[in-house]
């Protein structure tokens, strides 16, 4: 077969592909039509590459390279191929953030395998096994879980805080720091493991408390766990005198949520020379303190100061979105207590001051009722929201910097959905610890990695890059005539998320 170019009567050229066949051409097929030089030039090498496409015929016998290569594959098996993704991409973060200078290669491996495949410990030895080729037993998990001490923790702890401040350009001068419950999925309490009041609805499952500290952008500093009916407010100035003398951290501003809205706590935290950004309740101010917050009278985007005592103050915002929403969560809670009254399922236990229950009242001695001048006297509050500080920040800045509040959590989101911290299976309070010490190791390497893909400018999420490690692999083989066995992964392009 061979091109032709065929001048028609228009004018244009048409590239033809011909054949020749007991001495007769034939058109095979017309590519197209061109006018000008590079049209029919573009033309001219689409042709060449159909021929090259129509020219192609197997081959009647298998040829001495072709036989070698299938010799190559007959000799693969499953044991010749194995996953090799996780190790690729987050056992390369590991080593990055320096938690290889740990010479326990089952912390990596456990590491590894929480990011990678977030299992219990048992399904995670068989991960190892099929995944890694790495044959452990339970006991061998536990008895490292039973030596995974406070020293490993703290060393842990060392690295992460160094990674940190490597990555917040030297300047911790903000943290933020929030708790959540974490259960067990067993019905008796000990030591640590406590019944008591749950943000997840968990208040028959014994559970413990996880405290949290991190940096802007919600990269990690260090963490502690209580016992499952600690208050909230009693953890943190434990918390903070521990990492500040741990590493040497100069006094930052404290960000939290209104969990920690106490009068000791704020006491506690102006006596240790701290200051803070704390959410307020606004509404359970004195009253005088309420009028001034109403008599503000703030449009979008207007910022008030109020003094509260002679070392703190009220910062209140005011947003025109923060108020169209409280309207509608309002709306929508008035919406569920009238279908509830209809309903006659309500009862007196029920008129408490719990989300929108605030709205009930009692009539005569047994029926409940709707208090609508009540709920229409909340509209007062659409909008604002207030910040309790001692920060000498500008009013501005404590409000972008309790923005930033989220990052936290969604530390906890990812450690919850991503890499499933919880429900904890073990009983023993050193295997709770080190069920914690691995999750926040492995939370430390996911942020990294996110970290990357935003550095990067990366489509992929964070989800879709955990899977797609699941999906590289090493292959070993054996050349048939050296009898050399071969190792190959995937190429440093093949790797890289993109």
């Not at 909230?232 to 100069?250: A, C, D, M, R, V």
């Not at 070392?311 to 569920?336: P, T």
């Not at 009254?341 to 719990?354: F, P, V, W």
């Amino acid at each position: 077969m061979f091109l032709r170019k065929l001048k028609n009567r228009s004018g244009s050229i048409s590239v033809q592909i011909i054949s020749k066949s007991g001495g007769k051409y034939k058109v095979v097929k017309t590519i197209g039509n061109g006018r000008t030089e590079q049209e029919i030039e573009t033309l001219y090498y689409l042709g060449k590459q159909e021929i090259e496409r129509l020219s192609f015929q197997p081959k009647l016998f298998i040829s001495e390279t072709d036989t070698i290569v299938d010799s190559i594959f007959e000799s693969l098996s499953n044991a010749s191929i194995r996953v090799v993704g996780p190790e690729l991409i987050f056992g390369r973060i590991y080593d990055k953030i320096g938690f290889n200078e740990i010479e326990e290669d089952l912390l990596r491996h456990l590491v590894i395998s929480r990011l990678a495949f977030p299992l219990s410990k048992l399904k995670t030895i068989d991960y190892l096994y099929r995944y890694q080729g790495i044959s452990l037993n339970k006991d061998t998990i536990y008895r490292f879980l039973d030596k995974l001490n406070s020293k490993l923790k703290d060393r842990i702890e060392q690295i992460t805080f160094k990674h940190t401040n490597q990555i917040l350009g030297g300047n911790i001068s903000v943290v933020f720091y929030d708790m959540t419950t974490l259960y067990f999925e067993a019905s008796d309490e000990d030591d640590l493991r406590k019944t008591g009041f749950s943000k997840d609805g968990k208040h028959s499952n014994p559970q413990i408390f996880l405290g949290l500290l991190v940096g802007l952008g919600g990269y990690a500093i260090g963490y502690d766990i209580f016992e499952g009916n600690t208050y909230e407010g009693y953890t943190l100035i434990p918390f903070l005198e521990k990492i500040s003398t741990k590493f040497n951290l100069q006094k930052p501003v404290v960000v939290s949520d209104s969990g920690l809205l106490s009068k000791k706590n704020i006491e506690a935290l102006e006596l240790g020379d701290y200051q803070y950004i704390i959410g307020a309740r606004i509404k359970n101010e004195s009253k005088q303190v309420k009028e001034k917050i109403l008599d503000t009278k703030l449009k979008d985007g207007q910022i008030k100061k109020i003094k509260k005592s002679e070392s703190s103050r009220i910062i209140i915002s005011y947003s025109d979105k923060r108020a169209k929403k409280d309207v509608l969560n309002r709306e929508q809670g008035l919406k569920r207590l009238e279908k509830r009254i209809s309903s006659g399922k309500l009862t007196k236990s029920n008129i408490n001051n719990r989300g929108y229950n605030k709205y009930l009242k009692l009539q005569g001695e047994i029926s409940i009722e709707i208090d609508y001048e009540k709920y229409k006297k909340d509209s007062e509050w659409d909008g604002l929201k207030g910040y309790i500080t001692n920060s000498k920040l500008s009013n501005k800045q404590i409000i972008e910097n309790y923005s930033q509040l989220w990052q936290i959590e969604k530390a906890f989101r990812m450690s919850k959905t991503d890499l499933r911290i919880r429900p904890i299976y073990h009983r023993l309070y050193h295997r709770i610890e080190a069920h914690i010490c691995i999750s926040f190791t492995a939370y430390t390497v996911y942020k990294e990695l996110e970290r990357i893909l935003y550095k990067e400018k990366s489509k992929l999420s964070l989800g879709k890059s955990k899977k797609l490690t699941h999906n590289m692999y090493e292959i070993t083989y054996t050349l048939p005539e050296s009898k050399h066995t071969k190792c190959k992964q995937p190429r440093p392009k093949d790797v890289a998320l993109r």
